[in-house]
């Protein structure tokens, strides 16, 4: 299984920015899918995520600037980051929770799947 997350990058504060995700693989179903973000020296923590059935969390500190959409169906998930501030800044993470097809093509695998992380800086 693969997360290939893209649209990060530098931003001013203030200003906005669009991530978007995509998940490939044997993946026989996906029960939710969002984003984490970890800035430097502090833990990882949920910026946002869709539950199939249309569930959606957010962090608290996002809450109302962020907005996270998508297809679980369709494999994808979006995060239109709004009114940034430096305290935005970190490597975003597309994660899935997810049952995987085996190699064997016999059961299923439950798995938490993590992309490689995007890099979103906000600075002026």
């Known amino acids: 299984v693969q997360l290939q997350a893209s649209g990060g990058g530098l931003v001013q504060p203030g200003g906005s920015l669009t991530l978007s995700c995509v998940a490939s693989g044997r993946i026989f179903s996906i029960k939710k899918m969002g984003w984490y973000r970890q800035a430097p020296g502090n833990e990882r923590e949920l910026v946002a995520e869709i539950i199939r059935g249309g569930t959606i969390n957010y962090g608290a500190s996002v809450r109302g600037r962020f907005t996270v959409s998508g297809d679980i169906a369709k494999k994808t998930v979006y995060l239109q980051m709004n009114s940034v501030s430096p305290e935005d800044t970190g490597v975003y993470y597309c994660?899935?929770?997810?049952?995987?097809?085996?190699?064997?093509?016999?059961?299923?695998?439950?798995?938490?799947?993590w992309g490689q992380g995007t890099q979103v800086t906000v600075s002026s």
């Open positions: 994660v899935a929770d997810l049952l995987e097809q085996s190699a064997t093509g016999i059961g299923l695998i439950d798995q938490l799947a």
